[in-house]
């Protein structure tokens, strides 16, 4: 009995010392900044912002959310240690990409004081949120939430990303304009809010542009696995570019197996299917020809995205995907928009967020992920989706 | 002075009572008074909607005996018709409560026609075949209501079966100004959130009213009975699958008007929420309180929601010290020393009462 105790004793020590390791990691303050509650004013006339992210920073979508959250801390980080006269209090919760936990991360978040929010990651939990964001007029800049739904419920809540329907036109859009006579099959997710609203634009979209849909596959999260049916299916059906609106995960598997089974057809690919490069234990020649869209390339030249690249591989030790420039560039966002405000760091939630409503739609930001983003009174962002093609392991454009 | 002779049970019944209406008065009062952190309010409604989970699964599992895996899939119908019933009924009843009441209802309807279609065909047998159904169970509503388009225009409600994913909520063929309620994959969006603490509160208070007077009537001796010694219930006279379906049925209702007010209190729900680990969760709240034991599963239930948010300070490794705190919880309620110390003061009750 005592040994068992000792044993138990041990191990929740262990824990804690782990815990106390992991816990700091995730709030950064600017240095000057002093209690938390009255953070407002800085020395030197500045403001100090208290800016919040939601994401899955553990369960299945954690590499989401993990990536929301360090280019976030890249983009506060680099503000903070800047001459800029707006600083920022960071700080991320976990939401298990749950609509239930996002809310409670969101609830917490504003115990914390939050001020502007950043987040949360994924799609069903952001539209739990962006209801409650709207209802108590806190204002909400999701990096990478892509439905339409997100935005519907309030004049308060804004997109970096491309909204879903977006991109399936664009993909509809640049398949008619440069592979016209495609036979297209598509493979989705059905149980995914993501995959089945492109897929669903997507389709409408070829509809109008004449474009000939020859199969859909579906497969659900319990299934993405084995694609070997909707393959063969895709192949028997004479589909010689297959439409893949789906994350990368899937999306590996299904070039592994296409390879495979020696059938070859254009892959083309949207957001999701950035980060297919970096995957572990995926042979990159599979994806030699495939062709996506996407916002962002870790690989552009200009000396931003290289600067943020150099500087997430140092932090993080990985090549960041679009869901870190997303959130790098939301915070960014957030900064033209206090600017443009003439926002304080005394001001409440709400005042900032009605402050930040009324200049939305007239600001206009250089990111990572686009030139001159603009605003909608919606909420939606518009910026050029950009259509790569992947060759020697890296993004060209075609 | 004379004084009446309480049974112990109806004591206990009247202490689990009392300890619902005191915290809720308690949450209102520190509500008010603003003094309770917005993370404890915003989780009121689902601590009380996974309270009245867990004393409607103790139904199953405590008192009739039998094992339910998939007792998230009736709160996932639940949930669905009553949001379907909400958001239809919002022009013809305009009052918000008793829209919620009507939707709550509906929904724990339409988990009890379920619960009756699951129950028929698998209560008649003996042995775990009702945990294996009801597991496949919580999964085929899974997959049913990826598939569910529904919509709402001037011309009523427009329903349809997305079977092979060609489908979208266009083909509902919705007059100009209809609203999509539940959209397949992408599930229940855009809901009027209209769920409170107030109607949360009722809710425990009828599962315990509900399930109480389930047991301590003549249905639930029966029902207990026949989890004892189904062969001895039997030759008594006892119709073991009308009482295994009374009990199970109810279960399953009272978990649909749960999973309405759940579904109401988002305005975004996905069907893969109610999956095989909602299941456990709720399971894990009823073993956690004590088979049969309903006050036990309350503060099982209470407990275990909040305190994945009271851990939020331990990051990445709040889920592992989760699962820790659950197994010394487990432990230490198990522990033949604490047992002992435990039961010398409910023997030491009665002897107080009759030294009065």
Same mark, same amino acid.
Request: proline share 3%; hydrophobic share 50%.
């Given at each position: 009995?005592?040994?068992?105790?000792?044993?138990?004793?041990?191990?929740?020590?262990?824990?804690?010392?782990?815990?106390?390791?992991?816990?700091?990691?995730?709030?950064?303050?600017?240095a000057?900044?002093?209690?938390?509650a009255?953070?407002?004013? +800085?020395?030197e006339?500045?403001?100090?912002?208290?800016?919040?992210?939601?994401?899955?920073?553990?369960?299945?979508?954690?590499?989401?959310?993990?990536?929301?959250?360090?280019?976030?801390?890249?983009?506060?980080?680099?503000?903070?240690?800047s001459?800029?006269?707006?600083?920022?209090?960071?700080?991320?919760?976990?939401?298990?990409?749950?609509?239930?936990?996002?809310?409670?991360?969101?609830?917490?978040?504003?115990? %914390?004081?939050?001020?502007?929010?950043?987040?949360?990651?994924t799609?069903g939990?952001?539209?739990?949120?962006?209801?409650?964001?709207?209802?108590?007029?806190?204002?909400?800049?999701?990096?990478?939430?892509?439905?339409?739904?997100?935005?519907?419920?309030?004049?308060?809540?804004?997109?970096?990303?491309?909204?879903?329907?977006?991109?399936?036109?664009a993909?509809?859009?640049?398949?008619?304009?440069?592979?016209?006579?495609?036979?297209?099959?598509?493979?989705?997710?059905?149980?995914?809010?993501?995959?089945q609203?492109?897929?669903?634009?997507? =389709?409408?979209?070829?509809?109008?542009?004449?474009?000939?849909?020859?199969?859909?596959?579906?497969?659900?999260?319990?299934?993405?696995?084995?694609?070997?049916?909707?393959?063969?299916?895709?192949?028997?059906?004479?589909?010689?570019?297959?439409?893949?609106?789906?994350?990368?995960?899937?999306?590996?598997?299904?070039?592994?197996?296409?390879?495979?089974?020696?059938?070859?057809?254009?892959?083309?690919?949207?957001?999701?299917?950035?980060?297919?490069?970096?995957?572990?234990?995926?042979?990159?020649?599979?994806?030699?020809?495939?062709?996506?869209?996407?916002?962002?390339?870790?690989?552009?030249?200009?000396?931003?995205?290289?600067?943020?690249?150099?500087?997430?591989?140092?932090?993080?030790?990985?090549?960041?995907?679009?869901?870190?420039?997303?959130?790098?560039?939301? =915070?960014?966002?957030?900064?033209?928009?206090?600017?443009?405000?003439?926002?304080?760091?005394?001001?409440?939630?709400?005042?900032?967020?009605?402050a930040?409503?009324?200049?939305?739609?007239?600001?206009?930001?250089?990111?990572?992920?686009?030139?001159?983003?603009? %605003?909608?009174?919606?909420?939606e962002?518009?910026?050029?989706?950009?259509? =790569?093609?992947?060759?020697?392991?890296?993004?060209?454009?075609? | 002075?004379?004084?009446?002779?309480?049974?112990?049970?109806?004591?206990?019944?009247? $202490?689990?009572?009392l300890?619902?209406?005191?915290?809720?008065?308690?949450?209102?009062?520190?509500?008010?008074?603003?003094?309770?952190?917005?993370?404890?309010?915003?989780?009121?409604?689902?601590?009380?909607?996974?309270?009245?989970?867990?004393?409607?699964?103790?139904?199953?599992?405590?008192?009739?005996?039998?094992?339910?895996?998939?007792?998230?899939?009736?709160?996932?119908?639940?949930?669905?018709?009553?949001?379907?019933?909400?958001?239809s009924?919002?022009?013809?009843?305009?009052?918000?409560?008793?829209?919620?009441?009507?939707?709550?209802?509906?929904?724990?309807?339409?988990?009890?026609?379920?619960?009756?279609?699951v129950?028929t065909?698998?209560?008649?047998?003996?042995?775990?075949?009702?945990?294996?159904?009801? $597991?496949?169970?919580?999964?085929?509503? !899974?997959?049913?209501?990826?598939?569910?388009?529904?919509?709402?225009?001037?011309?009523?409600?427009?329903?349809?079966?997305?079977?092979?994913?060609? !489908?979208?909520?266009?083909?509902?063929?919705?007059?100009?100004?209809?609203?999509?309620?539940?959209?397949?994959?992408?599930?229940?969006?855009?809901?009027?959130?209209?769920?409170?603490?107030?109607?949360?509160?009722?809710?425990?208070? /009828?599962?315990?009213?509900?399930?109480?007077?389930?047991?301590?009537?003549? @249905?639930?001796?029966?029902?207990?009975?026949?989890?004892?010694?189904?062969i001895?219930?039997e030759?008594?006279?006892?119709?073991? +699958?009308?009482?295994?379906?009374?009990?199970? =049925?109810?279960?399953?209702?009272? @978990?649909?008007? @749960?999973?309405?007010?759940?579904?109401?209190?988002?305005?975004?729900?996905?069907?893969?929420?109610?999956n095989?680990?909602t299941?456990? $969760?709720?399971? /894990?709240?009823? /073993?956690?309180?004590?088979?049969?034991?309903? %006050?036990?599963?309350?503060?099982?239930?209470?407990?275990?929601? /909040?305190?994945?948010?009271?851990?939020?300070?331990?990051?990445?490794y709040?889920?592992?010290?989760? @699962?820790?705190?659950?197994?010394?919880?487990?432990?230490?309620?198990?522990?033949?020393?604490?047992k002992?110390?435990?039961?010398?003061?409910?023997?030491?009750?009665? +002897?107080? !009462?009759?030294?009065?």
């Amino acid at each position: 009995m005592k040994k068992k105790f000792f044993a138990l004793m041990m191990t929740m020590v262990m824990v804690l010392s782990l815990a106390a390791c992991g816990g700091k990691a995730e709030t950064s303050a600017p240095a000057d900044s002093n209690t938390p509650a009255q953070s407002g004013e +800085t020395a030197e006339g500045g403001s100090t912002f208290k800016l919040g992210t939601i994401g899955p920073l553990t369960g299945d979508a954690a590499i989401y959310g993990q990536a929301v959250a360090n280019g976030a801390k890249i983009a506060v980080d680099e503000i903070n240690a800047s001459d800029s006269a707006i600083k920022f209090e960071f700080q991320s919760e976990d939401d298990v990409a749950d609509g239930e936990t996002s809310v409670n991360a969101y609830n917490t978040l504003m115990d %914390w004081g939050m001020q502007v929010m950043v987040g949360p990651t994924t799609t069903g939990a952001s539209i739990a949120v962006a209801a409650k964001a709207a209802e108590e007029r806190t204002f909400m800049l999701t990096p990478s939430a892509s439905s339409t739904d997100v935005i519907a419920p309030g004049d308060n809540v804004f997109q970096v990303c491309f909204t879903d329907p977006n991109q399936g036109i664009a993909s509809a859009d640049y398949m008619a304009d440069n592979m016209s006579g495609a036979k297209i099959a598509v493979i989705y997710r059905n149980d995914d809010a993501y995959s089945q609203g492109i897929r669903d634009t997507f =389709v409408s979209q070829s509809k109008a542009n004449n474009l000939e849909v020859v199969y859909e596959g579906t497969f659900t999260a319990d299934t993405a696995t084995d694609f070997s049916v909707q393959l063969t299916a895709a192949q028997a059906a004479g589909a010689d570019t297959v439409f893949l609106p789906i994350y990368y995960q899937p999306a590996s598997v299904i070039l592994t197996q296409a390879a495979a089974m020696n059938y070859a057809p254009t892959f083309f690919g949207v957001d999701g299917m950035d980060g297919i490069l970096t995957m572990e234990g995926f042979d990159t020649a599979l994806a030699e020809g495939v062709m996506l869209l996407t916002p962002f390339s870790a690989d552009a030249s200009d000396e931003r995205t290289q600067n943020f690249v150099k500087a997430y591989q140092a932090a993080y030790g990985e090549i960041p995907n679009q869901f870190a420039a997303d959130a790098y560039d939301g =915070v960014y966002i957030v900064k033209a928009a206090l600017e443009a405000a003439g926002c304080t760091g005394d001001m409440s939630a709400t005042d900032i967020c009605e402050a930040l409503v009324g200049v939305m739609s007239t600001i206009s930001v250089d990111g990572l992920t686009g030139q001159g983003m603009t %605003w909608a009174a919606t909420g939606e962002v518009s910026k050029a989706p950009m259509a =790569v093609v992947i060759e020697n392991g890296t993004y060209v454009l075609p | 002075m004379k004084k009446l002779r309480i049974k112990q049970h109806t004591r206990t019944d009247f $202490l689990t009572y009392l300890g619902v209406i005191i915290l809720f008065v308690v949450m209102n009062i520190l509500k008010s008074n603003g003094t309770l952190s917005r993370s404890l309010t915003g989780q009121l409604v689902p601590i009380c909607c996974y309270m009245s989970m867990a004393v409607s699964l103790n139904l199953t599992v405590g008192i009739l005996g039998e094992l339910s895996l998939g007792h998230a899939g009736f709160m996932s119908v639940g949930a669905f018709s009553g949001i379907v019933a909400a958001m239809s009924l919002q022009n013809i009843i305009p009052a918000v409560p008793l829209r919620l009441a009507v939707a709550m209802i509906i929904g724990a309807a339409a988990a009890a026609i379920a619960g009756a279609i699951v129950g028929t065909p698998v209560l008649r047998l003996r042995g775990d075949y009702l945990a294996i159904v009801t $597991l496949a169970f919580g999964e085929i509503i !899974k997959d049913l209501v990826n598939c569910l388009l529904v919509g709402y225009d001037s011309k009523g409600l427009h329903m349809a079966f997305n079977l092979t994913g060609s !489908k979208t909520i266009d083909d509902l063929g919705m007059k100009e100004g209809g609203i999509a309620i539940i959209k397949g994959a992408q599930g229940a969006t855009g809901t009027t959130t209209i769920a409170t603490f107030t109607a949360g509160f009722i809710l425990v208070m /009828v599962t315990l009213f509900v399930v109480l007077n389930l047991k301590h009537s003549r @249905a639930g001796r029966a029902i207990m009975a026949l989890r004892d010694n189904a062969i001895a219930a039997e030759s008594v006279g006892i119709n073991i +699958t009308k009482y295994k379906m009374m009990a199970f =049925v109810t279960s399953a209702a009272l @978990a649909g008007a @749960a999973g309405a007010l759940y579904g109401l209190n988002f305005s975004s729900l996905q069907a893969t929420k109610f999956n095989f680990n909602t299941s456990i $969760l709720i399971l /894990v709240f009823v /073993v956690l309180g004590g088979l049969g034991n309903l %006050w036990g599963s309350l503060i099982a239930a209470a407990a275990l929601t /909040v305190l994945p948010e009271l851990l939020r300070a331990f990051s990445d490794y709040r889920m592992l010290v989760y @699962a820790i705190v659950l197994i010394l919880v487990m432990l230490t309620t198990n522990n033949p020393t604490l047992k002992t110390f435990f039961s010398r003061f409910k023997l030491h009750k009665p +002897t107080g !009462k009759e030294a009065v």
